[in-house]
């Protein structure tokens, strides 16, 4: 089975993720990843790629395949979550998180509907609490739930979670008013008398559906995300995720206690899964993927992320390349190759303003870039992810005009983001030049590695 470059890309950063998840890395895990790779065709490239990749939008991509490549991508991530001879709950959980997200249908998975969501890193975390969400009042459920409380609670808390349903936290909380109103106190000492009285005389009235809309649309400023069920949402321990949290929304499918029985039924075999009926040409395909025997010692390194934080600063300071070399992916994105890969962010109009002047060593002047718009607009249409052919052309109309406010604004985002990454070193990188004279960027374009510089134009 082959698979396409963007279902590589997702399924290197999955097992990426998946590796690091518990936190210890392995020589074991290590071989059986660099196997993986040279049986499906995962390039550096790919890997590389993989880094912008959130897993939610890694899972999106992988749910879009068949039949085949999900049972090959099954078979691969119970190899690789056994290499290491052990498996964390945190590990275990992801894995059931990623199986459920991908949709990989199995006997043991009817009937649970589960999606990966990863949100920015914020200022939220639920850490082991279990949320009970719902777009709007569900007096059936809510009832199953007040009956079912002390069950669910005994069977999370078992798992090492706790339940938050909010008319139990809030009757706790009311039956306690006084230490609430003292925790209040301290952990907010800024709030006003007026602030107080609000938060006591509305408390009774506050919903699980306000909350719901609050975590999703506001908090986390999750757009776009509809949950059509009532459902539970708690966080997957990723140690591997920088800039995302990973959730899952498990839908509540019947009765609310029963759902979770399903769901951690189907956790705690989760190696024990496989296709059943699988022709000769099916098992010999999957026998690729089987793990390689490896007599070597474990051999393992508790990595986090401060071990990232070294290889940064060594590069950084020590360096023999000096001057570092720019990677650009066949959509725009930016990584300093000599800097452990670290990408450049920007948004996609100011990735493609970037390498237009990149293409153009000589230098634009910016009251002529008009006459590149043809051509930013070509390689704007690489680097965004909107469709609509009207939107990016406006967008491109705004960005070239040189008395309008986009076009200082996107050049002083581009200066930002650079600036964040390369400090003090960043001047090479930067699009610069005297107010009247042409704007370039002074970087000795041997440094600069297109993917597909035909993917320009």
């Known amino acids: 089975m082959k698979f396409k470059e963007n279902a590589k890309i997702a399924l290197f950063k999955v097992l990426s ?3 690091q998840s518990d936190g210890v890395v392995n020589q074991g895990e290590i071989d059986y990843l660099k196997h993986v790779a040279t049986m499906v065709g995962i390039t550096k490239s790919s890997m590389k790629k993989s880094e912008s990749l959130s897993l939610s939008e890694a899972t999106a991509i992988l749910r879009n395949l068949g039949d085949a490549e999900k049972t090959a991508i099954l078979c691969i991530i119970q190899q690789l979550s056994v290499s290491d001879d052990s498996l964390d709950p945190n590990e275990s959980l992801l894995i059931t998180a990623l199986l459920l ?12 509907n589960a999606t990966l969501v990863s949100i920015p890193n914020l200022a939220f975390d639920t850490q082991d609490a279990v949320l009970y969400v719902e777009a709007e009042y569900n007096e059936t459920i809510n009832r199953l739930i007040t009956k079912e409380h002390a069950a669910i609670c005994k069977l999370l808390d078992k798992k090492e979670r706790s339940f ?37 005389n509305r408390l009774l009235q506050f919903t699980s559906v306000a909350l719901s809309k609050e975590v999703f649309l506001n908090y986390l400023n999750v757009k776009g995300l509809n949950i059509s069920k009532p459902a539970f949402f708690f966080k997957i321990q990723n140690k591997r995720s920088i800039h995302f949290q990973d959730f899952l929304i498990l839908e509540i499918n019947g009765d609310p206690l029963q759902s979770l029985q399903r769901f951690y039924k189907l956790n705690d075999s989760i190696l024990k899964l496989g296709i059943q009926h699988l022709d000769t040409t099916e098992q010999s395909s999957l026998s690729r993927f089987m793990m390689l025997k490896n007599s070597l010692p474990k051999n393992e ?19 023999s390349q000096g001057t570092g070399r720019l990677f650009v992916s066949s959509d725009g ?26 293409l153009h060593e000589e230098g634009i002047y910016l009251f002529e870039l008009d006459d590149y718009k043809d051509e930013l607009l070509a390689i704007y249409k690489n680097t965004s992810t909107y469709t609509d ?62 993917e597909d510089k035909k993917s320009f134009g």
């Open 301 to 319: 390194l508790q990595y986090n992320g401060f071990h990232k934080i070294i290889i940064d600063t060594i590069l950084k300071y020590y360096s």
């Open 17 to 19: 993720d998946l590796i």
């Open 164 to 200: 938050f349903f909010l008319p139990e936290v809030v009757r706790d909380m009311e039956s306690k008013k006084t230490t609430f109103s003292n925790i209040i106190q301290y952990i907010a000492p800024s709030l006003s008398e007026e602030q107080l009285s609000v938060i006591n």
């Open 389 to 450: 052919e009207k939107l990016l052309v406006k967008s491109v109309e705004n960005a070239v005009d040189f008395v309008g406010i986009t076009l200082n604004s996107n050049l002083s985002r581009i200066k930002k983001a650079i600036s964040s990454v390369l400090g003090d070193e960043a001047a090479l990188y930067l699009i610069q030049g005297a107010k009247a004279d042409k704007k370039r960027i002074h970087l000795d374009r041997r440094l600069v590695i297109f």
């Open 333 to 358: 994105h930016l990584f300093l190759t000599d800097r452990n890969n670290i990408e450049i962010k920007m948004p996609s109009l100011c990735r493609a303003l970037y390498i237009l002047f990149l």
């Open 101 to 112: 997200s991908i949709r990989i249908c199995l006997p043991e998975t009817n009937d649970i």
